[in-house]
């Protein structure tokens, strides 16, 4: 499989068009992939050099097949989930409208406030993903913290440090 297809499904399933009579063609979501990989690799050095081709639409080497690097599959399909919902936002805030005449009521606005919702999360997936990637899925700014005897910095039976006695600091251990 390609990246045509491949990356075409797993964008399907950030942007919940999943189920057949899709909202988006899968022309219109490789145009989208590709505007995507275009900023994400501006952002972030992966272990191959790719390069995007926006009139051609295609993406080099073969992201799937190719180089099966799975982050940048990844994290380019969370950035197109973002440009996809920021999209529609913004014709979701275009067409918000509140109307009332007399006692009837007509409010659109709950539709835009849902979609920046969307928009935000994905977001937020997207900057969660790129982080754990570039910090290389590790625990950053974890510590350990436990009473410390700088008496036994030079080992368990160490009596000295700096010149000091050992018991000046105190034996926790």
């Known amino acids: 499989m390609?990246?045509?297809?491949?990356?075409?499904?797993?964008?399907?399933?950030?942007?919940?068009?999943?189920?057949?009579?899709?909202?988006y063609s899968d022309v219109r979501l490789q145009e989208v992939i590709v505007a995507a990989a275009t900023s994400v690799i501006m952002e972030i050095d992966f272990t191959y050099t790719y390069t995007v081709d926006i009139d051609n639409i295609t993406i080099s080497p073969d992201p799937v097949s190719g180089t099966s690097e799975i982050a940048f599959q990844v994290l380019v399909c969370r950035k197109a989930a973002q440009l996809i919902y920021g999209g529609e936002y913004r014709?979701?805030?275009?067409?918000?409208?509140?109307?009332?005449?007399?006692?009837?009521?007509?409010?659109?606005?709950?539709?835009?406030?849902?979609?920046?919702?969307?928009?935000?999360?994905?977001?937020?997936?997207?900057?969660?993903?790129?982080?754990?990637?570039?910090?290389?899925?590790?625990?950053?700014?974890?510590?350990?913290?436990?009473?410390?005897?700088?008496?036994?910095y030079g080992g368990a039976y160490s009596t000295e440090w700096s010149g000091l006695p050992r018991n000046i600091h105190g034996n926790w251990s």
């Open 91 to 152: 014709d979701a805030s275009n067409r918000a409208i509140n109307f009332k005449d007399g006692p009837s009521t007509i409010d659109s606005r709950g539709v835009a406030e849902a979609k920046k919702k969307m928009l935000d999360d994905a977001s937020a997936a997207y900057n969660g993903t790129r982080t754990a990637y570039l910090t290389g899925n590790g625990m950053s700014g974890a510590a350990i913290v436990t009473p410390f005897n700088i008496g036994m």
């Open 2 to 23: 390609s990246w045509q297809s491949t990356m075409v499904l797993l964008l399907r399933e950030f942007v919940s068009d999943a189920v057949e009579t899709y909202t």
